[in-house]
């Protein structure tokens, strides 16, 4: 796992609560409205149908609740910025477990509308102080919180992808996942030689290089957020990007193509 040595972002708790809950809405809303036909279609994911990966999103707050149900662990064991590199592992338990609650939840909305307002519920009183024992390490809650969104995010965009959706996503869970993948990049390639440039959100500097000290710097990458977001997390090829001109990269180090995916 890449040491996280940059240091993290701050993040506004109650945007990222709020930001959480609301795309978390946008989701069920836009499950609501699909047909059997769409649910039954391919997902993408592995064998997952849509109904699964309709299932499956709503683990990721889900996993807030059933953590602060729990006991509270003794320290912290990972950092927002190591987050992304330890996710990879979890691949196999989450399938097994996600075909499982499709199976026992055919009424999806009820299940939507069950894990909202648990969520609701024991999220009002907790501090953004509180550990959570996640099953990638012991993290504090307002952590745990911008990692949602990422999950949410690269989800929904999975969603609208498959079933021919267009769920709209919240600007500030939008924005929360392009920055903490952003910056996970930072973390695995350390560096000031190339910018990469996913506007209006982040801005980061990695890979190792001379550093440019004035005016445009001699490599620069840029895209916009949700084909970030699918390159950092696999979804497309850094060739394919390039490809289909959804990402420009200029200069001998700005060839991303072998630090990414970032997240499995």
Not at 75 to 97: H, M, N, S, V, Y
Not at 166 to 175: K, N, S, V
Not at 222 to 231: G, Q, S, V, Y
Request: charged share 25%; aromatic share 4%; hydrophobic share 40%.
């Amino acid at each position: 796992m890449p040491p996280a040595k940059k240091r993290t972002r701050s993040y506004d708790s109650a945007k990222i609560r709020a930001a959480v809950l609301t795309q978390f809405g946008h989701v069920r809303d836009g499950v609501r409205t699909l047909s059997e036909e769409q649910l039954a279609r391919p997902s993408r994911l592995g064998d997952w149908s849509v109904r699964e990966l309709a299932a499956h999103i709503t683990t990721a707050v889900e996993s807030v609740s059933r953590n602060l149900d729990r006991d509270e662990p003794p320290k912290p064991e990972l950092g927002l910025l190591e987050w992304p590199f330890a996710t990879a592992a979890r691949a196999g338990d989450i399938a097994d477990g996600t075909r499982e609650l499709a199976g026992r939840n055919p009424d999806l909305d009820a299940l939507y509308a069950r894990t909202e307002r648990r969520f609701t519920e024991r999220l009002a009183d907790a501090p953004d102080g509180r550990l959570l024992g996640a099953r990638t390490g012991a993290m504090t809650l307002a952590d745990y919180l911008v990692t949602r969104t990422v999950e949410l995010v690269v989800h929904t965009d999975d969603l609208n992808r498959a079933a021919g959706t267009e769920i709209p996503f919240d600007r500030q869970a939008l924005a929360a996942c392009t920055r903490l993948l952003a910056d996970a990049l930072a973390v695995k390639a350390p560096g000031a030689s190339t910018e990469v440039r996913i506007p209006p959100y982040a801005v980061v500097q990695c890979v190792a290089g001379p550093r440019h000290t004035r005016g445009t710097p001699p490599n620069v990458v840029e895209t916009d957020p949700l084909t970030w977001i699918r390159l950092a997390t696999g979804r497309v090829a850094w060739s394919a990007a390039l490809e289909d001109a959804d990402v420009s990269a200029s200069g001998e180090r700005a060839d991303l193509g072998g630090l990414l995916p970032l997240m499995g």
